[in-house]
Nanobody, 121 residues
């Protein structure tokens, strides 16, 4: 399974970005998708997750109301729409797959390469 994340870049505080993750290779039904991020000197943290059908989503408290996760099963993609970006959102963002509803990295088995989001204040 290969995951390719894209859409990162430089944005001013208050701005928006949309990240996308394309999944290819051997795929299987029922897997959950998640977005994580890792800022310099910090641990990787959960940002948002979405169920196989897209009917259930979860978010870190720090991004609730600002970020929206969505997926297109037919296209095998998952997106993260980020609005009202703040300097604290600056990080490398990773997409990953899991067969559980856990929100910690060790429960995610396949990872994309990451895409850098930089928010300038």
């Amino acid at each position: 399974v290969q995951l390719q994340a894209s859409g990162g870049g430089l944005v001013q505080a208050g701005g928006s970005l949309r990240l996308s993750c394309a999944v290819s290779g051997r795929t299987f039904s029922g897997y959950r998708m998640g977005w994580f991020r890792q800022a310099p000197g910090k641990e990787r943290e959960f940002v948002a997750g979405i169920s196989w059908t897209g009917g259930m989503t979860s978010y870190a408290n720090s991004v609730k109301g600002r970020f929206t996760i969505s997926r297109d099963i037919a296209k095998n993609t998952v997106d993260l729409q980020m609005t009202s970006l703040q300097s604290d959102d600056t990080a490398v963002y990773y997409c990953a797959t899991s067969l559980t509803v856990r929100t910690t990295p060790e429960y995610y088995n396949y990872w994309g390469q990451g895409t850098l989001v930089t928010v300038s204040s």
